[in-house]
């Protein structure tokens, strides 16, 4: 396993290079790179945003070790998990309105005091302590990703006053950079956890320093910005007509909250399938994120000029070959019978098409959901996104542990296959809408989201 791991993370790595180096030769430089303004607030802006990118990735591969190293059990560290999802959701349907009410700026440096806090709960054994830590860690993470970006959008737009046609160019980036810092991310907590024997808590211990500097170059770098702040009310209102009006919505929201439900339980579930046959979890989270940025370089390639292939295609090619890696795992990890290998082969091509999905859904998002009623939309998302999840990881709580996992596994392929129907359901909705397509031949899309 330890040389499976290594061999597929240099494999994956130079297949990514070599696409990106051959796409960026082929591409020539846009409008907005010229710019010397613009690559000046796009620096102070990626400064602070990758420091907080890199700090959060830096955590994700060894946080179950963390807690079996404590000697809690499965059973224990599912509530912890559960207890993170739960503060994820219910501070991710409030966050657009804290961030608006306290300020972005304010509300960044708070992301970087909270999971500073988050991550000092990590050296305590204490099971209370860890739950706090995880409460912290949802409301850090819905700042992460509501914050950042606000600010940007408003200073970009109100203060800088750069063309709004240049917003994609930057998240594009954003995108494509978060990948490799979490690849990076892996490799670095390998070497804190394991090479240099500091233990699974190292990894936690030296994202502290990563967020301190987020917070200090916001204070120093970054102008305060407001938004006028709409009813929570209103904007759950608004996103459920929307979600009940149009029925392209309700089956996008059916989608995304059967898949994404599956991935978070696959986060839960690949540390205890492979760390008993000595896998470098570092290694292996880094070649999971480099499987990823796979994905998405083959996503672009796919809808660039030459194959012209369109997002609504490559969602369902996802979506069936988290499908078919279900399977396999279903079978990899039979009691008695666990074969790594085939199940850490299954566990790439899921993140393989994480690669494909991420923008396919979020150019459909775009297109499918008005501007003004898609923070009331999402948010009715996330609910039956995150609910799905903390039922799964409940249900694993209360299973045996050596049929546990593969029956885990089956009901995950259960409910893929309820999402490949729901994907069969829209294809059949927007077959003949041109409004889904990729607009031009000409250009790249792009995928904001993170």
Same mark, same amino acid.
Request: some cysteine.
């Given at each position: ?109 708070? $992301? /970087?005091? #909270? ?7 990590? *050296? @305590?054994?204490?099971?209370?302590? !860890? +739950? ?99 009813? $929570? /009310?209103? #904007? ?7 979600? *009940? @009006?149009?029925?392209?919505?309700? !089956? +996008? ?198």
């Amino acid at each position: 396993m330890l040389v499976t791991a290594y061999l597929s993370f240099v494999g994956l790595l130079a297949s990514c290079l070599g696409l990106e180096l051959s796409r960026c030769r082929a591409k020539p430089p846009g409008r907005a790179c010229s710019n010397p303004s613009f690559l000046q607030f796009q620096l102070d802006f990626y400064q602070v945003y990758f420091l907080a990118l890199a700090a959060d990735w830096l955590q994700a591969p060894y946080l179950y070790k963390l807690y079996q190293h404590y000697h809690f059990l499965e059973s224990q560290i599912a509530i912890l998990y559960v207890c993170g999802l739960a503060s994820t959701v219910l501070f991710g349907l409030v966050a657009s309105s804290l961030v608006d009410w306290l300020g972005r700026k304010k509300s960044c440096v708070l $992301f /970087s005091l #909270t999971y500073s806090l988050c991550c000092l709960t990590k *050296l @305590s054994q204490d099971y209370f302590v !860890l +739950l706090v830590g995880r409460a912290l860690g949802g409301l850090s993470t819905a700042l992460l990703f509501s914050a950042f970006e606000a600010w940007y959008i408003h200073e970009h737009v109100e203060r800088h006053d750069f063309p709004a046609e240049w917003i994609p160019a930057t998240f594009a980036r954003a995108a494509f950079w978060n990948h490799v810092l979490a690849v990076a991310a892996g490799v670095a907590a390998e070497a804190v956890a394991s090479w240099m024997g500091l233990g699974p808590v190292a990894p936690f211990v030296a994202a502290i320093p990563l967020l301190a500097l987020t917070g200090a170059l916001a204070l120093r770098n970054w102008g305060e910005n407001y938004d006028r702040q709409r009813a $929570f /009310s209103k #904007t759950c209102a608004g996103g459920l007509r929307c979600l *009940l @009006s149009d029925r392209r919505v309700l !089956l +996008l929201g059916t989608i995304q909250a059967l898949f994404e439900s599956v991935i978070f339980i696959f986060v839960f579930l690949w540390t205890p399938v492979l760390d008993p046959h000595g896998a470098p979890l570092g290694i292996v989270f880094s070649s999971f994120m480099a499987a990823s940025l796979l994905g998405s370089s083959l996503y672009r390639i796919a809808t660039s000029k030459r194959y012209h292939l369109q997002p609504m295609h490559l969602l369902s090619l996802a979506v069936l070959i988290v499908v078919f890696s279900l399977f396999m795992l279903t079978f990899s990890t039979s009691p008695g019978q666990e074969n790594p290998v085939e199940s850490f082969i299954a566990f790439l091509l899921i993140e393989l098409a994480c690669g494909l999905y991420f923008p396919s859904m979020s150019f459909l998002r775009r297109k499918v959901i008005p501007e003004t009623e898609q923070a009331g939309v999402l948010n009715w998302f996330r609910v039956p996104l995150h609910l799905l999840a903390c039922l799964g990881l409940l249900v694993l709580h209360d299973s045996d542990r050596k049929t546990g996992t593969r029956n885990m596994f089956s009901i995950c392929s259960a409910v893929m296959v309820m999402a490949l129907l729901a994907v069969v359901g829209l294809f059949t909705v927007v077959r003949h809408d041109a409004e889904l397509r990729v607009p031009s031949p000409t250009g790249e899309p792009y995928a904001p989201e993170l």
